[in-house]
T-cell receptor
Framework: AQSVTQPDIHITVSEGASLELRCNYSYGATPYLFWYVQSPGQGLQLLLKYFSGDTLVQGIKGFEAEFKRSQSSFNLRKPSVHWSDAAEYFC????????????FGAGTILRVKS | EPEVTQTPSHQVTQMGQEVILRCVPISNHLYFYWYRQILGQKVEFLVSFYNNEISEKSEIFDDQFSVERPDGSNFTLKIRSTKLEDSAMYFCVSKAQRVGAGELFFGEGSRLTVL
C-alpha cells in the first residue's frame, strides 16, 4: 500500500532563507508525486508534480522538488522564502494504475519570521 | 482557468440530519473524487467515481455515504445521518484522463460542522 511520511510537523524559517520540506514515500513501483499547498481555511493548490523524466521538477511560486528513487524521497525546496509562503504543505503519492487515488502525508506547517 | 466549484462553502447541521454536498467538476473531466480533511489532520480519500459508478472507496465511506451524478454535471456527496465525527472539510476533485497521471483539480472545499 502507498504511504507518505512528512517528518516535520512544523518548520520556521526566516524570510529570505532557503527552505527544504521533506517527504518520503512507500510504494512498490514508480509513483506519481505531488506537492500541494493549503492556506488556512482554503482548498489545496498544486505546486508541482513528478510523473517521469527529469527528476528535478519546477513548480509555481519558485518551488522545486527532486525525486530521488534511491532514497524514496521527494523533497520540496525554495531558495528564498517569502512571508506569503507561510502555509501548510502536503506531499502526496498517486499510483499509476486505474483511478490514480492520492495518498497524502500529514502535512508540514511552514512559519516565516521576518 | 477551469475550476471545480463546491456548494455550500460551509454547512452547520445537527447530528442525525442528512447533508448533501454539491460539486460541479470541470467539464469534459471523467474521474471524480471526494476527499475529506478533519481539522488538523491529513487529507483522506473517500471515494472515486467513473462512468456513473463507484470505482473505489475507502473504509471511511460506509453505508451512511453515497455519491451520484444525477444530471451529468453535478456530482454530489450525501451523508444520510451525520455524526459528530463527520465534521470536516470535504473536497471535490476531478481529473480529465482515464488512466495515468492526469492532474487532480481540487475544489475549494465544503466545511461541514455537525453539532
Amino acid at each position: 500500500a502507498q504511504s507518505v511520511t512528512q517528518p516535520d510537523i512544523h518548520i520556521t524559517v526566516s524570510e529570505g532563507a532557503s527552505l527544504e520540506l521533506r517527504c518520503n514515500y512507500s510504494y512498490g513501483a514508480t509513483p506519481y508525486l505531488f506537492w500541494y499547498v493549503q492556506s488556512p481555511g482554503q482548498g489545496l493548490q498544486l505546486l508541482l508534480k513528478y510523473f517521469s523524466g527529469d527528476t528535478l521538477v519546477q513548480g509555481i511560486k519558485g518551488f522545486e522538488a527532486e525525486f530521488k528513487r534511491s532514497q524514496s524521497s521527494f523533497n520540496l525546496r525554495k531558495p528564498s522564502v517569502h512571508w506569503s509562503d507561510a502555509a501548510e504543505y502536503f506531499c502526496a503519492v498517486g499510483a499509476m494504475e486505474y483511478g490514480n487515488k492520492l495518498v497524502f502525508g500529514a502535512g508540514t506547517i511552514l512559519r516565516v519570521k521576518s | 482557468e477551469p475550476e471545480v466549484t463546491q456548494t455550500p462553502s460551509h454547512q452547520v447541521t445537527q447530528m442525525g440530519q442528512e447533508v448533501i454536498l454539491r460539486c460541479v467538476p470541470i467539464s469534459n473531466h471523467l474521474y471524480f473524487y471526494w476527499y475529506r480533511q478533519i481539522l488538523g489532520q491529513k487529507v483522506e480519500f473517500l471515494v472515486s467515481f467513473y462512468n456513473n459508478e463507484i470505482s473505489e472507496k475507502s473504509e471511511i465511506f460506509d453505508d451512511q455515504f453515497s455519491v451520484e451524478r444525477p444530471d451529468g454535471s453535478n456530482f454530489t456527496l450525501k451523508i444520510r445521518s451525520t455524526k459528530l465525527e463527520d465534521s470536516a472539510m470535504y473536497f471535490c476533485v476531478s481529473k480529465a484522463q482515464r488512466v495515468g497521471a492526469g492532474e487532480l483539480f481540487f475544489g475549494e472545499g465544503s466545511r461541514l460542522t455537525v453539532l
